[in-house]
């Protein structure tokens, strides 16, 4: 079958999305852009910095729009539903990549979009000092993964501000008074994932 589909479907095509069955899945249209875009040479390598800057533009572009309008970044976007609301998890670990590229590229923006997300993680803390699961708009429910996910920002926001030091201690205070004898962390796993336990 998949040697008849050859004839029928040019190799560039094939290549691209693996097999035939996973160009199939798209719709119609999706295939003729696909056989378009095929027909086209890639434009020149813009280099390495300008896709970075390119990403990091997203990510502002991200907060700047999040549907909560919180100073959180958001979770995602569709091109049915639009910006989604703030993801406290990848908000936290996206501030050290802010706070080392401002600097790389002398950005003061990306400094403040780190700060804004910061400001941000120390208001949604929960009193327990740990960090919900899911976009904001969820029932805030405490997660191991996420809150170490932020401490990692809430560190970085410290190393650079030398502020946000007691979000940060709760933060991990929480997770050492949650931590289970044998070292694991049983009790808050995430209600967005498999059940069983995590490294």
């Not at 600097?103 to 997300?117: G, Q, R, T, W």
């Not at 969820?138 to 501000?161: D, H, M, R, S």
């Not at 979000?167 to 967005?192: E, N, Y």
Request: charged share 25%; net charge negative.
């Amino acid at each position: 079958m998949k040697a008849l589909l050859k004839k029928i479907v040019p190799d560039s095509i094939i290549r691209k999305y693996n097999d035939w069955e996973e160009f199939n899945m798209l719709i119609p249209e999706g295939q003729a852009e696909v056989k378009k875009d095929n027909k086209w040479d890639l434009p020149a390598d813009p280099g390495k910095a300008a896709t970075v800057v390119a990403a990091l533009d997203w990510i502002l572009r991200a907060q700047k729009n999040s549907a909560s309008h919180d100073g959180g970044i958001a979770r995602d976007f569709s091109v049915k539903k639009g910006w989604a609301t703030s993801y406290p998890e990848t908000t936290g670990y996206i501030i050290p990549t802010l706070i080392n590229c401002g600097h790389y590229f002398d950005n003061k923006d990306y400094i403040e979009s780190a700060m804004i997300a910061l400001d941000w993680c120390e208001k949604i803390q929960l009193e327990s000092g740990a960090y919900q699961g899911g976009r904001i708009e969820k029932e805030p429910v405490p997660v191991t993964f996420n809150t170490g996910q932020i401490l990692i920002g809430l560190a970085a926001g410290v190393k650079e501000f030398d502020r946000y030091g007691n979000a940060m201690h709760r933060a991990a205070q929480w997770l050492v008074d949650t931590m289970d004898d044998d070292g694991c962390w049983r009790k808050f796993s995430t209600p967005f994932a498999e059940k069983g336990e995590k490294a």
